[in-house]
């Protein structure tokens, strides 16, 4: 009889709290990393028009566009992705206008954002 109320007690008591993520900090985070991924992206696709041996030339441009038609994202974000990826050419415009030695250590580091970021993207959809 005992054992019976502490069980009843137990199931009165509140439910521990939660610690699966809030869907819609995990929704907002999720379009920042887009948004960062894209401004990656430009500047690739600038460092790669000026040293062309990284493969076609409009590799980092076609996905761009490839994130965008299998993401959907909202159109704001969509915007603020283009926008980002205009920022990180124009970026790259500014600092290089030839490729150098620069240009080319340039590409590795935004490669390597662009590869963390991309990382973290699809994280929760690899099988586990």
Same mark, same amino acid.
């Given at each position: 009889?005992?054992?019976?109320?502490?069980?009843?007690?137990?199931?009165?008591?509140? *439910? $521990?709290?939660? +610690?699966?993520?809030?869907?819609? #900090?995990? &929704?907002?985070?999720?379009?920042?990393?887009?948004?960062? @991924?894209?401004?990656?992206?430009?500047?690739?696709?600038?460092?790669?028009?000026?040293?062309?041996?990284?493969?076609?030339?409009?590799?980092?441009?076609?996905?761009?566009?490839?994130?965008?038609?299998?993401?959907? *994202? $909202?159109?704001? +974000?969509?915007?603020?992705?283009? #926008?980002? &990826?205009?920022?990180?050419?124009?970026?790259?415009?500014? @600092?290089?206008?030839?490729?150098?030695?620069?240009?080319?250590?340039?590409?590795?580091?935004?490669?390597?954002?662009?590869?963390?970021?991309?990382?973290?993207?699809?994280?929760?959809?690899?099988?586990?």
């Amino acid at each position: 009889m005992l054992a019976l109320a502490a069980l009843l007690l137990a199931l009165q008591a509140d *439910p $521990p709290p939660s +610690t699966a993520p809030d869907a819609k #900090a995990v &929704f907002e985070e999720r379009q920042e990393d887009l948004i960062t @991924l894209a401004g990656a992206l430009g500047g690739l696709h600038r460092l790669n028009q000026l040293c062309p041996g990284y493969g076609r030339v409009s590799i980092f441009r076609d996905r761009m566009k490839e994130i965008i038609d299998g993401e959907k *994202p $909202p159109r704001d +974000t969509r915007e603020q992705m283009i #926008a980002n &990826f205009n920022t990180g050419y124009r970026r790259m415009t500014r @600092l290089h206008f030839t490729c150098s030695a620069q240009a080319e250590a340039d590409f590795r580091s935004e490669a390597l954002a662009a590869y963390s970021v991309s990382e973290k993207l699809s994280a929760p959809l690899l099988v586990r």
